[in-house]
């Protein structure tokens, strides 16, 4: 391979983009609705409900305790995303999708029985080219993942420990962390961007004494938001794209239309004048939010993906990439009588129709919501440098937008590089050689963002040299707190810290954009015991 020129390499850059919206395009467009004919507002914001244990069983730790069991199964079922179309199929948990909302206390551990009883013919299209997803293997099959859980590897849902339909399997979920909002989803290898796409998600709280004493917006005025675009087609279905290469269907990236909040396109919510706790999620497979108030009015963000963050941040527009978590509080009361809209960018994505009364007032913001201890740089025992991309070969302007994109150029069955030790800090440099802003996410631990940094992309390509352009900034500030996702953005080198705190064994890592991650950009990683 001769290295590319500037131009070559801006033009490999170029055709991509051109390809992609061919790809997105070779679908038959005329079959997918345009949810603006659609009108807006007209059916209530659903919220999933909570899901009830079933009864209890032995802790694993201490046989004379028990600890709740609950069973979740994951089931067709339909539901109507919007007053005027017909129903949806969905693959969702129990009777909904997303499914049933699990509720869980710091230090009081539960099980979840993960039920698969789902059809045994998928309704989605399987690229079955992509490692994992090969012909002779089970279509519909499913592992569940608690995606920002410290959870022991068994539980964690390993992409390859899939089961199909008749099976299960139980995971145990310690709950030993700070109060935030996990969510759990599909993980299985090659097919969980269209497991998800079908409905396979729900959300997962913990709470605990250092929230509670907060006195935030709570019970009604604590509200689930569960952000998913898709396409839907005339008929009300779900439509997922394909290439339109038979042999290779998968496409680089999904956006859709159609906004579903909490399973409903263009919600409305009821409101009172006074403040109310929003809990946010981007479960979508590659679109990114950019959240704003129809009326100018500030949003608070006082937590991200692991919970609160040091102090509250007013933001007018709030950034959420595939897999994080925005924690917000919205305050009502000087707006009695009138309507306003969620929206991102010129996305209307649901109402909020605030009442003229209300009972009095008295949950709380404070100024100061929690401390967080900056990990120390010089703590890192390890700083790995790790490439986002490049699979592609440059000088065939058609392979950035087929090639996967790789981590550290590996695949996923490559030997296992990412090592650390229990207990250990290391620091990631993840050095974005990509067009895309890819969201990275590492499983059973919490981070913090160091910084990001410009480099020479050209002179990388070239001789693998890492020439910084111009001084790191920090994280913003609604970044700064504990996370378990970050944004790399492209031309950046992203520097994360983490401490492998909860166990040893066998987890992942990868790209939260679902059509990158079931194709390479996903890698494993191994906790190995301190020594
Ligand atoms: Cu949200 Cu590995 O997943
Ligand atoms: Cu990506």
């Not at 069991?69 to 909904?96: C, N």
């Not at 500030?298 to 993906?305: A, E």
């Not at 802003?437 to 020479?456: A, C, G, K, N, T």
């Amino acid at each position: 391979m001769k290295t590319p020129t500037r131009r070559e390499f801006l033009y490999a850059g170029f055709a991509n983009t051109v390809l992609l919206k061919q790809g997105r395009g070779s679908s038959p467009l005329s079959i997918v609705l345009d949810p603006n004919q659609l009108t807006k507002f007209v059916d209530r914001l659903p919220i999933p409900p909570r899901a009830q244990s079933i009864g209890s069983r032995p802790s694993p730790h201490d046989s004379t305790k028990t600890i709740p069991y609950y069973r979740l199964a994951m089931r067709q079922v339909e539901s109507k995303i919007h007053r005027d179309l017909p129903t949806t199929r969905f693959w969702g948990f129990d009777s909904t999708s997303p499914g049933p909302t699990i509720e869980a206390r710091r230090g009081h551990p539960l099980y979840v029985e993960w039920v698969n009883d789902l059809p045994h013919r998928h309704f989605l299209p399987i690229d079955h080219s992509l490692h994992g997803a090969e012909r002779g293997i089970p279509d519909v099959r499913t592992v569940i993942h608690l995606h920002g859980g410290r959870v022991p590897p068994a539980s964690d849902g390993y992409p390859e420990h899939w089961f199909t339909p008749g099976g299960k399997s139980i995971s145990f979920y310690p709950n030993d962390q700070e109060a935030t909002l996990l969510w759990y989803h599909d993980h299985a290898m090659a097919i969980t961007r269209l497991n998800i796409f079908a409905g396979l998600l729900g959300l997962y709280l913990i709470r605990d004494d250092v929230e509670d004493a907060l006195n935030l917006p709570n019970g009604n005025y604590e509200v689930p938001v569960i952000l998913c675009d898709r396409a839907v087609r005339r008929d009300g279905q779900l439509h997922y794209p394909v290439s339109g290469d038979a042999s290779r269907l998968w496409v680089p990236e999904f956006f859709g239309e159609a906004i579903l909040v909490n399973g409903k396109l263009f919600p409305y919510l009821n409101v009172e004048p006074r403040k109310y706790r929003l809990r946010v999620l981007n479960a979508s497979n590659s679109r990114f939010y950019y959240l704003s108030l129809s009326n100018g009015m500030p949003l608070r963000q006082i937590g991200s993906d692991q919970g609160l963050l040091a102090a509250p941040v007013e933001l007018k527009n709030i950034t959420l990439a595939p897999g994080e978590r925005a924690d917000l509080i919205v305050d009502f009361k000087n707006i009695r009588g009138q309507n306003l809209v969620l929206k991102s960018d010129a996305y209307a994505i649901m109402q909020f129709r605030v009442s003229d009364t209300a009972d009095p007032d008295t949950s709380s913001l404070p100024a100061s919501l929690r401390s967080i201890d900056r990990i120390p740089e010089q703590k890192a025992v390890k700083t790995r440098l790790l490439t986002l991309g490049g699979g592609g070969d440059p000088d065939d302007p058609t392979s950035m937008a087929t090639m996967p994109m790789l981590l550290n150029g590996s695949h996923w069955d490559d030997p296992f590089t990412e090592t650390p030790m229990l207990d250990t800090v290391e620091i990631w440099s993840l050095v974005n050689l990509t067009d895309d802003s890819h969201p990275i996410h590492l499983h059973m631990v919490r981070f913090q963002i160091l910084d990001r940094r410009p480099f020479d992309l050209f002179a990388y390509l070239n001789s693998r040299e890492l020439n910084y352009t111009a001084a790191a900034s920090p994280p913003d500030e609604n970044e700064a707190g504990w996370k378990d996702t970050v944004r790399a953005d492209p031309g950046m080198v992203t520097r994360i810290i983490v401490r492998f705190e909860g166990f040893v064994g066998r987890y992942v890592w990868h790209c939260h954009v679902l059509e990158h991650e079931d194709n390479e950009m996903m890698r494993p990683y191994e906790v190995i015991p301190f020594s």
